[in-house]
């Protein structure tokens, strides 16, 4: 029975420590976006890294193409582009607009996005 209770009050510890660092990020900023798609290769979780912008990156850009738009913004999924051009592209947006870095992050992929790939007329 000890060991339970020492087992069931270790989980509602790591619980409350998710929900603790959880509550201060109430979304993904640029800088952070940024941080995860260029990390340092001397970082021991540069793979994880890469791997989250990535998603990131690529599930923002599944959410939206020029039949659904999103915050009035389209883009051109049908371009002949891989995810890493997706990638590519957003990572040099973001480099090139450091003023916006402070906004959330899939707002300025879809900005990114249908800047390079725009829908046709």
Not at 53 to 78: K, L, P
């Amino acid at each position: 029975m000890p060991r339970l209770r020492t087992t069931i009050l270790a989980a509602c510890v790591a619980v409350s420590m998710i929900s603790v660092t959880d509550a201060k990020s109430g979304y993904l900023s640029g800088s952070d976006l940024l941080d995860s798609c260029k990390p340092q290769t001397v970082d021991p979780v540069y793979r994880l890294k890469v791997a989250e912008c990535r998603g990131y990156v690529i599930g923002v850009a599944d959410t939206f193409d020029c039949s659904r738009e999103v915050v009035g913004v389209r883009w051109n999924n049908q371009a002949s582009v891989s995810q890493e051009d997706l990638v590519t592209t957003v990572i040099r947006w973001l480099n090139a607009h450091p003023r916006q870095l402070q906004n959330q992050a899939d707002g300025l992929i879809t900005a990114a996005l249908s800047e390079a790939f725009p829908c046709g007329q």
